[in-house]
């Protein structure tokens, strides 16, 4: 359900929209942002929804004529604003989908909302032409701008709007939500709780994607055995984990099997291994790698991230990460 009561986190902004509905202090134009998965557009639907709530309360009622008519995706004073012709929001969609539309009054409401999601993909041509309508809103509307990187839109587009910044959940938070909504059991929802990297969203897709299973056991499979793998077989592994670099972040999940063992190393402790079905991998790399290796290798595999965001080649940098793991674990052979 697309309700206030249950989004996980984020209290702090909740209760800022809940104020500003109490109140009648809403703004003409919001910005949600946040990484990608985190719930921007579940906040600005449950906003969305309460503002049009008949009820009037500071959370949608669920049972009114507008809740459900929002629920089925059919309230008309509710508009997603998406690209038509490009990946990017051009200035024909804000004029087509905003200005030129705006201008009619809600159907049923006090308000108008428009939500606009990847909002940091409008061209600087299609921000202008909406700085226009945020310089002059009709009363009744609403714009809410989702969006990942706040650095894109221009000044007078943020001088405009009430911003809202979501950060990311604990891995406790997560965990917990996945086992009660989720049914599962704790180990697997504290893997998927680090994996997840502070979003629900992303945690529950891998919770439902066989495709991220055969990931988690290809990864598991190169890094539990780097150490006695040649460096063709290092070149063909970096190859067949090309193919899952859109699903998650590969560097991300061999940085947690590096430092599972060196927790383990550290500690002794089993508790404390996120990878708890891979302790006798875990246990037998632990015993076999020096301390001075494990603290090495997290930077390889940071330096190698950021390559990759760099738009390195995927393919070469995670096999010069493989090799360059490999000769740590040799030169510092326990």
């Known amino acids: 359900m697309t309700d206030f009561r249950h989004i996980v986190g984020n209290k702090r902004i909740i209760k800022s929209m809940q104020s500003a509905v109490k109140n009648s202090m809403v703004s003409h134009a919001y910005i949600i942002s946040g990484g990608e ?123 405009r709007c009430v911003t809202f910044k979501i950060r990311p959940l604990s891995d406790v938070m997560i965990k917990d939500y996945l086992m009660l909504r989720e049914k599962m059991d704790e180990r697997d929802a504290a893997v998927l709780a680090e994996y997840s990297q502070g979003s629900i969203g992303k945690a529950l897709e891998f919770a439902h994607s066989e495709e991220f299973s055969s990931f988690r056991d290809d990864v598991r499979s190169i890094t539990a055995n780097i150490s006695k793998m040649s460096l063709f077989e290092l070149t063909a592994a970096a190859k067949e984990l090309e193919k899952y670099r859109e699903l998650a972040d590969v560097t991300d999940m061999i940085y947690i099997w590096y430092r599972d063992v060196l927790v383990y190393k550290t500690t002794g402790s089993e508790s404390l291994v996120i990878e708890k079905d891979m302790l006798p991998e875990i246990t037998r790399e632990a015993e076999n790698s020096s301390f001075e290796a494990l603290y090495n290798i997290p930077g390889l595999i940071n330096d190698t991230k950021t390559r990759i965001k760099q738009n390195v080649n995927f393919v070469f940098a995670l096999e010069m990460l493989f090799i360059n793991i490999k000769e740590q674990l040799a030169e510092t052979r326990a």
């Open 37 to 159: 998965g985190c719930g921007k557009k579940l906040l600005a639907s449950a906003f969305a929804k309460t503002l049009l709530c008949e009820s009037g309360g500071e959370d949608a009622c669920g049972e009114c004529v507008s809740c459900r008519t929002f629920e089925d995706g059919n309230n008309p004073d509710v508009k997603f604003v998406r690209p038509t012709k490009t990946k990017a929001l051009s200035v024909d969609d804000v004029r087509e989908q905003i200005v030129s539309d705006i201008s009619i009054k809600p159907y049923n409401h006090r308000h108008k909302i428009y939500i606009i999601p990847k909002a940091d993909t409008l061209t600087v041509q299609a921000q202008n032409a909406l700085l226009k309508t945020l310089e002059e809103p009709p009363e009744y509307a609403v714009l809410i701008l989702l969006a990942e990187n706040t650095a894109a839109f221009l000044e007078t587009i943020l001088s």
